[in-house]
């Protein structure tokens, strides 16, 4: 079982930056990527950007490449996703996924395990 909390989110306006993290715990041997998905309100749970473990090789989904950037801390047991150059557009509940392959999808069905979310609000 993997544990996955994020934190980090809250108010910010257009134009800010604001970094958001996910402790991750359990049985995280065998999962190789991990990911961030946002979902505003009334919509679908889209791909954000997704990273290898081992490697940090990284993917984005292009409304996000160039102001975001997804990394993982020295021991592998926090994620992280720098926001910059925030939009009104970003305002979103952010999650935090791991998956146990070793792809970098971008569905939520690539992924096995969610945190519950964490709230960022972007204003104008």
């Known amino acids: 079982q993997v544990h996955l909390v994020e934190s980090g989110g809250g108010l910010v306006p257009a134009g800010g930056s604001l970094r958001l993290s996910c402790a991750v715990s359990g049985r995280t041997s065998s999962d190789y990527v991990a990911g961030w998905f946002r979902q505003a309100p009334g919509k679908e749970r889209e791909f954000v950007s997704a990273i290898t473990w081992s490697s940090g090789g990284a993917s984005y989904a292009d409304s996000v490449k160039g102001r975001f950037a997804i990394s993982r801390d020295n021991a592998k047991t926090t994620l992280y996703l720098q926001m910059s150059s925030l939009k009104p557009e970003d305002t979103a509940v952010y999650y935090c996924?791991?998956?146990?392959?070793?792809?970098?999808?971008?569905?939520?069905?690539?992924?096995?395990?969610w945190g519950k979310g964490t709230l960022v609000i972007v204003s104008s």
């Open positions: 996924a791991a998956s146990e392959g070793w792809r970098r999808g971008s569905n939520v069905n690539d992924y096995n395990y």
